[in-house]
Every structure is written in structure tokens, then in C-alpha cells.
């Protein structure tokens, strides 16, 4: 679960997030869309603990983390963009330094089956400067599953993948939320992920424009498109029930 209390980043004389709250529990996954500088990737940089926020309290998997980062960083897997992966390590190196590093039992199974789903089991020995830039996004997912997360956050996805990439990643998040996982998947291909999504999160400016459950704004309009007119079209959308904004 996460839990976002008047989360406020400032950096020098950038309100980059302002006074954001909204709350997830198990088994949701949050589209989280905005437009570039909305403030997603420092939303997310701040819950895995990356950067301290200014203000604001925020909860993950039902740890505070400014009380306790380390639990939170065993529980949480976060996702960048452009994953830091190992340049001189192979796909196989990976593997093994996640699994030591989070205690997997049985890690290296479980990575093969994760390299099957991802097609990147024949990259097994290759270097991760050698892969592609889709191949590093499957290898960083494939990172950040190996320790079953309860907390997944995945900035950009799908930028990179090809649409088999995208069918597995997207099923695959479907997958653990089931299991119990609370995911959140940046993207501003808002109708790609909207299938998937229990609960959208929109950011305008810094600021939450619209928090609430998918199914809610389905009942109100009828495609993704027409949500991100609304959405994008740099006004409220109080229109739609059950959001808060
Ligand atoms: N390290 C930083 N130092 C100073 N300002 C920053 C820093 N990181 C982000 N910002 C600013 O904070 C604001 C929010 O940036 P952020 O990267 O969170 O947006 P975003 O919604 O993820 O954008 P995009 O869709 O382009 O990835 C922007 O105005 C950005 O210029």
C-alpha cells in the first residue's frame, strides 16, 4: 500500500510537487499521467526514497519512510526510464547481484522463467551495454520482480517496448497486482495503459488535477481519448464523479 500526505518537492525555486495526496492499497495499479514537468518522476523518485521531499508524510507497504527507508527499499522496486543497470555485468551477473542482494531464495530459477516471459533468456551471457534499449527495460523489470515487491513503480515503461514487450509487461503488472502488489505506471500513452489501470492519478503544474478509480470514469465518458482531452486540456475535471481533485 502507499499512502501520499501533502507531499511538497522544492527544488531552489522549482515547486516541482505541491501538496499531493492520494492513497493506494494492494492489488491497485495507478496510472499516473501529466504533462512533461508535471511532476510524476520526482512523485515516484520520493516514494522509492530516492530524493527527501520538502514537506508531507509518505507510507509504503505500510512503513513510514522517513522512519524506516531500508524496509521500505526491501519492499519497494522502482523503475526508471533509463534503468541504471551494470554496463559490464551480463543479463545472467544481474540476476545473480539481485538475488544476493535482497536473500531470493531460489533466485536463479525464478530469473530464468522471468527471462522466458521477458525473451531475453538467449541474452543470458550478453553484457547489459550490449542490449537494446527495450532489452535493458525487460532487464530492470526483471530486476525488480526477482524480489517479489510489494510496492512496484515503473517510470516510462513502455518507451522502448514493442507490442509483444508491452503485451507481457502489461499482463505481467496485472499479474502481481493480483498477487497483492500496489503498482504505479507513469506513462503518457494514457489509452496503452488504461486497460490495466484500477486508478488514474493526473498531475498538472505540480498539483493532483484528478485522483480516482478507472471504473468510475468509465461509467462517465467513454474512451481514454476523450479522458485525455479532457485531462490535458489544462482544466479541472471536476466533471468526473468520484475524483477527487
Ligand atoms: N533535479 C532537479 N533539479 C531542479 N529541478 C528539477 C529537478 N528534477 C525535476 N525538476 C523540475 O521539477 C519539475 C517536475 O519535474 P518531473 O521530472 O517530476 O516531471 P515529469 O512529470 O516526470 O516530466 P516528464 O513527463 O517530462 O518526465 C520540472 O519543472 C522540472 O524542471
Not at 499516473?32 to 520526482?42: C, M, P, W
Request: charged share 20%; proline share 4%; with cysteine.
Amino acid at each position: 500500500m502507499i499512502v501520499v500526505d501533502q507531499l511538497q518537492k522544492i527544488y531552489g525555486d522549482t515547486l516541482a510537487v505541491d501538496r499531493l495526496s492520494f492513497s493506494l492499497q494492494s492489488g491497485q495499479i495507478c496510472g499516473l499521467v501529466g504533462k512533461n514537468g508535471a511532476g510524476k518522476t520526482t512523485t515516484m523518485r520520493a516514494l522509492a526514497g530516492l530524493i527527501d521531499a520538502t514537506e508531507g508524510r509518505l507510507q509504503v507497504a505500510g512503513c513510514d519512510l522517513h522512519q524506516d527507508p531500508l524496509q521500505v527499499r526491501r519492499q519497494l522496486a522502482y523503475v526508471p526510464d533509463d534503468p541504471p543497470l551494470f554496463n559490464d555485468l551480463s543479463v545472467g551477473q544481474h540476476l545473480d547481484l539481485i538475488g544476493g542482494i535482497y536473500q531470493v531464495p531460489d533466485y536463479w530459477p525464478r530469473g530464468q522463467e522471468l527471462l522466458r516471459e521477458f525473451e531475453l533468456e538467449d541474452k543470458q551471457a550478453v553484457a547489459a551495454r550490449a542490449l537494446s534499449r527495450g532489452m535493458r527495460q525487460k532487464l530492470a523489470v526483471v530486476c525488480a520482480y526477482l524480489y517479489e515487491p510489494s510496492v512496484i513503480l515503473l517510470d516510462e515503461p513502455l518507451t522502448g517496448l514493442d507490442p509483444p514487450g508491452i503485451r507481457t509487461l502489461l499482463e505481467s503488472i496485472r499479474q502481481r497486482a493480483a498477487a497483492g502488489a500496489t503498482v504505479i505506471i507513469s506513462s503518457h500513452l494514457l489509452a496503452m495503459i488504461e486497460n490495466v489501470c484500477t486508478h488514474l492519478l493526473v498531475m498538472q503544474h505540480g498539483r493532483k488535477q484528478f485522483f480516482g478509480p478507472t471504473d468510475q470514469l468509465r461509467g462517465e465518458t467513454d474512451s481514454a481519448a476523450s479522458w485525455e482531452q479532457a485531462f490535458f486540456a489544462d482544466q479541472h475535471v471536476e466533471s468526473f464523479a468520484g475524483g477527487s481533485v
